[in-house]
């Protein structure tokens, strides 16, 4: 899904309370397989639904899974101090991971998502 401002969706990724679950259900559903990516010191499960979005899961203490979508951004931190400036709601700060920043926003009328600045673009530091 791409924007006129060129901020696309790059990953949906599956936040559940039950990662073996969820994989087994879209295993039998829809014939995706899990696959364990390791990063460095992390690991990461990735669902391989053949399409143009990456997809992963995530095992979290939450009670009912949802999907959180990735929008890649040119510079995180700017774009979640204009979120905030906006009145939305920082679940997560900017931060770093393995391969990129990440922020997680949220309104109650918008949802939720996370803004996504991979590693080959420098960030920026408010």
């Known amino acids: 899904m791409r924007s006129p401002s060129g901020n696309r969706v790059v990953h949906l990724e599956l936040r559940t309370g039950n990662l073996a679950c969820a994989c087994a259900v879209f295993s039998g ?36 899974g949802f999907w959180l979508p990735y929008v890649e951004v040119a510079d995180v931190a700017a ?27 949220a309104s109650p009328t918008a949802g939720v998502v996370a803004l996504w600045q991979p590693k080959c673009r420098a960030p920026h530091r408010r």
Do not use: K, M, N, Q
Request: aromatic residues 4%.
């Open 79 to 105: 774009l979640t101090g204009r979120a905030e400036e906006l009145g939305l709601r920082v679940l997560l700060a900017p931060r770093e991971g393995p391969t990129g920043w990440r922020s997680v926003i």
């Open 29 to 64: 559903l829809l014939g995706w397989e899990a696959e364990t990516v390791h990063a460095g010191d992390a690991s990461y499960v990735t669902l391989a639904p053949g399409g143009p979005i990456e997809t992963g899961v995530v095992e979290d203490d939450t009670e009912r």
